[in-house]
Structure formats: structure tokens, C-alpha cells
């Protein structure tokens, strides 16, 4: 299940393009941040309009102001400013709840969870971080001074007084420890997205951008996967008959709808275990497993019919029609080249005698 979940995240991440590994970790950093915290201010907001306290109400609905601008800011991918931005509310809030409520509430174990995150998330320079990590430390002592022996202008009632403290002290622990253990989590999502890129890298590389088949680079790959011990592999080679002319005709636009077509079409009425592969402008390359050299034959004149009968409604021109050539012959999987030599040589004897023909 976690592992699905991170599939899906991953693929809409692989939409994104992060130019480097420092974004992306600061992507997912900030926007866990901003998740938590609006979670945070959310709860408080309904518990303080529920206990009827406006200035928190006031106070919770410009938290969440503030963190929609963060928002906003994380939409420009301006990541280090939304962290900062996020940072200082907290320590704002932090210092205005405590100055309004006292130390009891814990509020100002908010301070805490601002020193951890400024501590492990690289949001501005090192100097800025430690100036204010200093700064809250003289906060946390400034505001225990003052409350060492008065008493705050707002006082809650005591059980609700004690709800909010358990409240703050669950927040500081489970945010710290989430703070603790984002890396951790941030890791675990670029790896996949790693692993995610390689596999969209090798799919550009390998894949015929046109037509989505298999290209030329793939096929001694695919070679190594095929059984050395099946005698019976043909392969052939299938040519669009006249496609010059046809792009010359029609303009190369067309030329494409009809290079769509015929891979869907060869899709649609070939076994699944048949391999095809983009070889070169209008040359397809078909292997075969299973299969002896007649039986190819049949197959390949059975498709050749078939797309000469069908009509072909393209978007540029209206309806057209193609006719192939197609050269058949054995494939040994210890000396691949000479089965494709074999199955070319025989495509242009079938180009010689007319087009529009299976040769063995």
C-alpha cells in the first residue's frame, strides 16, 4: 500500500521538472511543512471558536492568511522563502500566545519545533539560522521572565486551559519527531524519483517517439531475452511501398498519420508475443517466436491483404490506402544479423518484382 501511494506521488512529481535534487528535497520539505502547520492552525481555530476566545480566532485566521502566501510563494517554487516565511510565523505566533495566554499553554513549545526545523532544513544561510535560533532563545527567556510572577490578560477556563496544554505538548512531540523523520521520508520519494527517471531515460532512448514501438537501440536487448534453443524465430521486415512519394504527394504530416496507423495496426493483428520494432523511416521489423518459416509467410501475406484493403482516414487528406513489401526469413538468435540480412535481402527482391508481396 505505501509502496503504491509513493508510485502515484511519484508520477505526478516526474511531471514536475526539478532541475536538481536540493529543489526537489526543498519541494516536499515545504510543502510537509505547510501541511502540518495549516492542520495545526485549522484544530485551533475550531477549538477557539468553539470556547468563544476571538483574539485566537483572529489570531488562527491570519496564521492561515500567512500560510496561504506561503502557498503561493511554493507555487513559483520559491521554496527557501516559503520555509522562512513559515518559520517566522511560527515564531510570531509562538511569542504572541504565550505574551497573551501564559507558559501553561505550552504554546511556546512551538519554539521548539521552529529551532528543529531551522536546525535541519536548509532554508536561508547558516549565519541567518543561528541569528534566529538566538533569537527565540532570548524569547523563550524573555517571556519565562515575565511569567515567572504575573499573571496573563487572558485566562481560560481550567479545564480548557488543560485540554490546550496536552494539545500543544501532542503538537511539539509529533512535530518534532516528523521534523526528525522527513529526511528520512524526502529520501525514500527522490529515490523513487530516481528510479523513475531511469526508467523515463531508458524508455526516450529505447522507444520510437513517433509511434511509441521498440526502436533499432532496443533490439540487441531484446535479443538476449529470446530462448537460444527455439529453432523456430523468423523474422521479417515490412516496407511501406512508395512512402517518397507519399510524403512528397501528401507532405510529411500525413506521411506521420500513416506511420501511426500502421503500428496500430500491426499491434491490432499480431500475437502478443510478437515483437515489433521501428527500424528505420518506413521499415518495420517484426520477430516471431514460435513460428516456422511458412507459417510466417501466411501471417505476413494474411496482414498484408488486410492493410491493402483497409482505409486509412487520416486527418490531412482524407481517406488513403498503403500497400507493403514484406521479407521473411529463419532468425538465429546466435547470429541475429544474418537473419536480418536475409529477411533485407529478400524485402528488396519483393521491391523488385513489383511491391506489395511476402518474400522467403
Given at each position: 500500500m505505501l509502496h503504491k501511494l509513493r508510485d502515484n506521488f511519484i508520477a505526478n512529481l516526474l511531471k514536475q521538472p526539478f532541475q536538481q535534487e536540493d529543489e526537489l528535497s526543498l519541494y516536499l520539505i515545504s510543502y510537509a511543512a505547510l501541511i502540518f502547520c495549516v492542520l495545526i492552525h485549522i484544530f485551533s481555530l475550531i477549538c477557539y471558536l468553539i470556547q468563544d476566545i476571538p483574539f485566537f480566532v483572529f489570531l488562527n485566521c491570519g496564521s492561515l492568511l500567512v500560510y496561504l502566501v506561503v502557498f503561493l510563494f511554493l507555487k513559483r517554487k520559491k521554496y527557501k522563502l516559503g520555509g522562512f516565511i513559515i518559520s517566522l510565523e511560527a515564531i510570531l505566533y509562538a511569542s504572541i500566545g504565550t505574551y497573551m495566554c501564559g507558559i501553561?499553554?505550552?504554546?511556546?513549545?512551538?519554539?521548539?519545533?521552529?529551532?528543529?526545523?531551522?536546525t535541519l532544513f536548509p532554508y536561508g544561510t547558516a549565519n541567518i539560522r543561528r541569528i534566529m535560533i538566538l533569537i527565540i532563545l532570548g524569547l523563550i527567556t524573555l517571556l519565562g521572565l515575565r511569567y515567572a510572577h504575573t499573571v496573563p490578560p487572558i485566562a481560560f477556563s481550567e479545564g480548557f486551559s488543560h485540554f490546550m496544554a496536552m494539545v500543544n505538548i501532542y503538537i511539539m512531540l509529533i512535530g518534532t519527531?516528523?521534523?526528525?523523520?522527513?529526511?528520512?521520508?524526502?529520501?525514500?520519494?527522490?529515490?523513487?524519483?530516481?528510479?523513475?527517471?531511469?526508467?523515463?531515460?531508458?524508455?526516450?532512448?529505447?522507444?520510437?517517439?513517433?509511434?511509441?514501438?521498440?526502436?533499432?537501440?532496443?533490439?540487441?536487448?531484446?535479443?538476449n531475452t529470446l530462448k537460444k534453443?527455439?529453432?523456430?524465430?523468423?523474422?521479417?521486415?515490412?516496407?511501406?511501398?512508395d512512402f517518397k512519394k507519399i510524403n512528397d504527394t501528401y507532405g510529411h504530416p500525413c506521411g506521420d498519420e500513416i506511420l501511426v496507423f500502421l503500428?496500430?495496426?500491426?499491434?491490432?493483428?499480431?500475437?502478443?508475443?510478437?515483437r515489433i520494432f521501428r527500424w528505420g523511416g518506413e521499415e518495420f521489423l517484426i520477430i516471431m517466436e514460435h513460428v516456422a518459416i511458412y507459417d510466417a509467410q501466411s501471417v505476413m501475406d494474411k496482414l498484408r491483404n488486410k492493410l491493402a484493403e483497409t482505409e486509412i482516414k487520416t486527418k490531412q487528406k482524407g481517406s488513403l490506402s498503403i500497400t507493403v513489401t514484406v521479407g521473411v526469413a529463419p532468425f538465429d538468435i546466435t547470429n541475429p544479423d544474418a537473419g536480418i540480412e536475409a529477411s533485407d535481402t529478400n524485402l528488396y527482391i519483393g521491391k523488385r518484382r513489383g511491391k506489395n508481396q511476402v518474400v522467403i
Open positions: 501553561s499553554s505550552y504554546i511556546i513549545g512551538y519554539f521548539l519545533l521552529v529551532i528543529v526545523m531551522l519527531i516528523i521534523e526528525i523523520s522527513i529526511n528520512t521520508f524526502v529520501q525514500f520519494i527522490i529515490s523513487g524519483v530516481k528510479e523513475g527517471r531511469i526508467v523515463e531515460l531508458a524508455s526516450q532512448i529505447y522507444t520510437d517517439p513517433l509511434t511509441g514501438l521498440y526502436n533499432r537501440r532496443y533490439t540487441e536487448i531484446y535479443f534453443q527455439d529453432p523456430h524465430i523468423c523474422v521479417a521486415i515490412l516496407d511501406i511501398d503500428s496500430n495496426f500491426l499491434h491490432s493483428n499480431l500475437r502478443k508475443t510478437d
